[in-house]
Nanobody
Framework: QVQLVESGGGLVEPEGSLRLSCAAS????????MGWYLQAPGKQRELVAT???????NYADSVKDRFTISRDNAKNTVVLQMNSLKPEDTAVYYC?????????????????WGQGTQVTVSS
């Protein structure tokens, strides 16, 4: 069973910074994609940033140039450095991992989610 353990959320003032971390574990062949999504009340979950096992990144336009995603493949961790935070960034942030069960690109894959961590940007 895959487990994603998140940390780093909390309350921060506008223009402040937070660092979200997520550690993935489980009997999985690989974590092909890891990243972060957010969900505001009454809204759909949406992309913040993702990173592949080879280092390719994808950012939402709203966070590009403010947030940076990174991962450590050996430790199966992903980090989101959040700078210049705005009140509009307030949401629950969910760690995400796309896991693959075998060595083939055609092996079964599953989307896994952390429990979510609250980020509140307010003065």
């Amino acid at each position: 069973q895959v487990q994603l353990v998140e940390s780093g959320g909390g309350l921060v003032e506008p223009e402040g910074s937070l660092r979200l971390s997520c550690a993935a574990s489980g009997s999985i062949f690989s974590f092909d994609v890891m990243g972060w999504y957010l969900q505001a009340p009454g809204k759909q979950r949406e992309l913040v940033a993702t990173i592949t096992s080879t280092g390719s990144t994808n950012y939402a336009d709203s966070v590009k140039d403010r947030f940076t995603i990174s991962r450590d493949n050996a430790k199966n961790t992903v980090v989101l450095q959040m700078n210049s935070l705005k009140p509009e960034d307030t949401a629950v942030y969910y760690c995400y991992a796309r896991v693959r069960l075998g060595p083939s690109s055609y092996s079964p894959e599953y989307d896994c989610w952390g429990q979510g961590t609250q980020v509140t940007v307010s003065s």
